[in-house]
């Protein structure tokens, strides 16, 4: 049946019309027509709708709360990686920064730089296709996120489709969610007087909002949005600074933040920060500092980044809040390695938006350096997610008959002896995992956690219950469980065992660098992980290494390459690795380890709209030839793959002269890898 095309117009003016109002009163903060007349423009589109279902389309106003309940969240792998941020809290180390990046530079000349609120928020990237957003996604472990698109279209400050004629075949654009103080106050408000559990902290409740699996609750919640940066555009147009894309996004209709400034040198940045700090309570927002970033995108480029960090930006942190309490007790908790920790047991407080009842006081020598007693009044600190600490004694409130802290001499887990090696601040453990039930439940939670293995659904409490029922003392033990005796522990029956083991077999698919960094070594973190796995490009290298070849990985000293050789003598650490091989724990070849293949050596850039496959399949494949493939076009690239609609990376290799080829030519090259 023919459409009436006074309908179909009515509908396209309905719809153009709420765009545009809601651009006005989420976006711009400045609105132009009464809460009245809006509504009235709405009820037309929500009945016309009704009558034509057949018209509907699902960036309408009316489909932001349209999805049905998830059952989970999909995964996201990031086209480019979103970095984490290196931190400073003064204005010496801040200058040290500013330094560093003038001399990998090689420039005396002053630096731009753009400056913002550091918001206390939840950080996602959205993704356009010819204006429209199709995927939102959390930051996650900056490599992986999760899928939260049908939450993130119940956001009124973020556009289901951008403004403009100019608009790219596809960005990312990322940014931060948050809840205004207001907004907060207000909603706790409402839920109190609804007879329901109120949000603890702005931060906490956006966090939880945006992992709702229903989009309905999550478009009950008071969440908006500031989009700090490009992740990454496909078209003709490449901006040349940060500014100029900042406000190109702001044109196609998305939010940022009015305080972002751009500044020179080292002195326009601290002149912001601290004017940003004075003014932190009046901004109607949470923040914990500043963020600088090099406002070039060329020199961001050129200073390029560490493992998960660039050398760009950094995070100017201010103070931590701050509160006052009582010590009611310490307690001491026993690490993965054994490590002997002492907690101070608070009276509660609340600090930094939660409240606190516990607080870590690291080692007896932090305990001697703060001359802690037990009955004392003592400040705390918490800053975002860091753990609360101890950071002073009020010893003017002292009591008399305060106690001190001493050192048990036995595990406070198994019994066995606590030993505190000469030299060393942190006591410890006599015995190992095998016989201390702590030591194993750390490193089972450590093995599981999102930088290790990842797996989705282990959490703390029931890994606590695996051990205590004698189901799980190493980490391959846990891929041995089976449903019938998941499904008998407290909490959990057959629906979340086959989650469970479904999430395990999922982990099998891993790297070697964080299969590296999930067995726990002492004192390899991600980094040396990841060196370690670049050097040797398998275990059994690593496994079969003498503290000499070690000692030849960067960022491995003396201690830690000791470390290593020693946990790959025990017994029990081979006997756990052969398990856990032999259940299928599994990595792609190490790209450092291509030697020999084909592209080994070569350094790959792609860039533009790759028609027949993603890049990140095209990565991918390159890759499992031996080929490292970077964001940016140097001199010491060896070719360069442009799709259509390729930019500045394309003029760049022209530029230096290096090899350009197109899709087709990639797909050949491949062809021909793949006959051999």
């Known amino acids: 049946m023919p459409q009436d095309p006074t309908i179909q117009a009515r509908l396209e003016e309905l719809r153009g019309l709420i765009h545009h109002h809601d651009h006005c009163y989420h976006v711009l903060d400045t609105p132009e027509i009464a809460d009245a007349e809006y509504d009235s423009l709405y009820d037309e589109l929500v009945k016309l709708e009704a009558e034509h279902p057949q018209l509907v389309v699902d960036d309408s106003p009316t489909q932001r709360v349209g999805a049905a309940p998830l059952g989970e969240f999909a995964s996201v792998t990031h086209e480019v990686a979103m970095l984490s941020l290196d931190k400073t809290t003064n204005h010496s180390e801040l200058g040290d920064w500013i330094e560093r ?25 959205l993704i356009f296709e010819d204006g429209k957003l199709v995927l939102g996604s959390t930051r996650g472990n900056g490599q992986t996120g999760e899928d939260i698109t049908a939450n993130v279209r119940t956001i009124r400050s973020v556009p289901l489709r951008l403004r403009g004629d100019d608009l790219p075949l596809r ?5 931060e969610i948050y809840i205004a103080k207001t907004d907060f106050d207000a909603f706790n408000e409402r839920a109190r007087d609804r007879g329901e559990k109120p949000l603890v902290n702005p931060r906490n409740g956006a966090a939880g909002s945006l992992r709702q699996l229903d989009p309905r609750v999550t478009a009950d919640r008071p969440l908006t949005m500031f989009c700090y940066s490009l992740g990454w555009v496909d078209g003709a147009w490449q901006p040349e600074t940060h500014m100029e894309a900042l406000a190109r996004i702001e044109a196609w209709g998305l939010r940022i933040n009015p305080a972002v400034t751009l500044v020179e040198g080292l002195e326009g940045c601290q002149r912001y920060v601290d004017e940003l700090q004075q003014r932190r309570d009046e901004l109607g927002y949470a923040i914990d500092g500043a963020v600088i970033k090099v406002d070039s995108l060329d020199q961001q480029r050129r200073l390029g980044a560490l493992t998960r960090k660039p050398r760009w930006a950094i995070a100017y942190k201010y103070p931590a809040e701050e509160a006052t309490t009582r010590v009611l007790g310490v307690g001491f908790q026993v690490g993965r390695t054994g490590a002997i920790t002492p907690v101070a047991k608070l009276e509660p407080v609340f600090v930094g938006g939660v409240t606190v009842s516990n607080a870590t006081l690291h080692n007896m020598d932090e305990i001697g350096r703060l001359d802690l007693r037990i009955g004392d009044t003592v400040m705390v600190r918490r800053a975002g997610d860091v753990i609360p600490q101890v950071a002073s004694v009020i010893k003017a409130k002292r009591p008399k008959r305060a106690r001190k802290v001493r050192l048990p001499k036995h595990c406070p887990a198994c019994g066995s002896d606590v030993v505190q090696p000469e030299g060393e601040a942190v006591a410890r453990c006599g015995a190992g995992p095998a016989t201390c039930p702590a030591q194993r439940k750390e490193g089972l939670k450590h093995f599981v956690s999102r930088l290790a293995l990842d797996v989705e659904g282990l959490g703390h409490k029931l890994i606590e219950q695996l051990v205590d029922v004698g189901l799980a003392a190493v980490a391959a033990d846990l891929y041995e469980l089976d449903i019938e005796s998941l499904a008998s522990l407290e909490r959990m029956g057959s629906k979340s065992a ?7 077999d999922d982990s099998k698919d891993t790297t070697l660098a964080r299969f590296i960094y999930a067995l726990g070594i002492r004192e390899v973190g991600e980094a040396t992980a990841l060196n370690l796995a670049q050097h040797f490009g398998e275990i059994s290298g690593i496994r079969e290494a003498d503290v000499e070849q070690l000692e030849g990985v960067a960022d491995v000293g003396p201690v830690v390459a000791q470390n290593i050789v020693g946990y790959f003598q025990d017994a029990d650490n081979l006997d756990a690795l052969d398990r856990l091989l032999a259940a299928g724990v599994r990595w792609p070849a190490v790209e450092a380890a291509a030697q020999g293949q084909p592209l080994a050596g070569q350094t790959w850039v792609l860039t533009g709209t790759l028609k027949t496959m993603t890049r990140g399949a095209a990565k991918a494949r390159l890759q499992s030839l031996g080929a490292k493939v970077v964001g940016s076009v140097s001199a010491k690239t060896s070719t360069v793959v442009a799709g259509p609609r390729a930019g500045s990376k394309l003029a760049k290799a022209r530029e230096l002269k290096v090899a350009v080829m197109d899709e087709a030519a990639l797909l050949a090259l491949l062809e021909e890898h793949d006959a051999l």
Do not use: Q, S
Request: aromatic share 2%; hydrophobic share 45%.
């Open 171 to 175: 960005l990312e654009v990322r940014g």
């Open 498 to 504: 086959e989650n469970l083991l479904a999430a395990l």
């Open 101 to 125: 990046c003038r001399g990998r530079l090689g420039t005396d000349e002053a630096i731009d730089f753009t400056c913002e609120p550091k918001i206390d928020g939840v950080a996602v990237a």
